[in-house]
């Protein structure tokens, strides 16, 4: 992916997730990003103690991306269905990791699919799933490993990606977040 910022942007937009979830309990003022006014598909994860906390993104966003960072950050903390709004107790102990997306690539043959590169979108009569690139890696999962949890993921029968009239995308992703403390 053509998609590069430096460590210095990267930083910034992991401060201006946190920003953007702090936002609910303080008065704080947005930071500014100087950075690449990409406009690129986001999601924001959060952690605590290493466990999910909360994780939103858009696949594609025509906003700056600054914006859509911010956006995610709010929606993965406040608004994931999957857990309780974050309270203001836990912001110390929660770590950002956000994914910016490059564009989705149909694939019909499933040895396109890279594990550790690639993340993987499924379509089937409407529903739908994704997985980030780094969630294979992260549970050990080889190639149909992944395109049978992606399916999970959608409510789908495993195998389902194998059905012709399913729609299987790849995307490639530019990974980064706060440092551990």
């Known amino acids: 992916?053509?998609?590069?910022?430096?460590?210095e942007e990267k930083k910034t937009l992991c401060s201006i997730a946190r920003?953007?979830?702090e936002g609910r309990f303080k008065r704080?003022?947005?930071l500014e990003f100087t950075g690449p006014a990409y406009k690129l598909g986001a999601f924001v994860?959060?952690?605590?103690n290493t466990k999910l906390r909360g994780c939103i993104g858009r696949m594609a966003s025509d906003l700056p991306i600054a914006q859509t960072v911010e956006e995610m950050a709010r929606a993965a903390a406040f608004e994931d269905p999957r857990f309780d709004a974050l309270t203001e107790a836990e912001l110390d102990s929660?770590?950002?990791?956000?994914?910016?997306?490059?564009?989705?690539?149909?694939?019909?043959?499933p040895e396109a699919l890279i594990v550790g590169r690639h993340g993987v979108y499924i379509s089937y009569w409407g529903r739908s799933g994704v997985l980030l690139p780094q969630v294979a890696v992260e549970y050990g999962w080889d190639r149909y490993s992944f395109?049978?949890?992606?399916?999970?993921?959608a409510g789908l029968a495993p195998d389902t990606w194998k059905d012709r009239n399913a729609e299987l995308y790849i995307f490639e992703g530019l990974v980064f977040g706060e440092s551990k403390p």
């Not at 992916?1 to 460590?7: G, K």
């Not at 395109?147 to 993921?153: A, D, I, N, T, W």
Request: with cysteine; net charge neutral; aromatic share 2%.
């Open 45 to 48: 994860t959060l952690h605590k």
């Open 147 to 153: 395109l049978e949890q992606v399916c999970y993921k």
């Open 94 to 109: 929660i770590n950002i990791e956000i994914s910016l997306l490059g564009p989705m690539q149909r694939i019909t043959n």
């Open 19 to 21: 920003r953007a979830i």
């Open 1 to 7: 992916m053509e998609l590069q910022l430096s460590d």
């Open 28 to 30: 704080l003022p947005p």
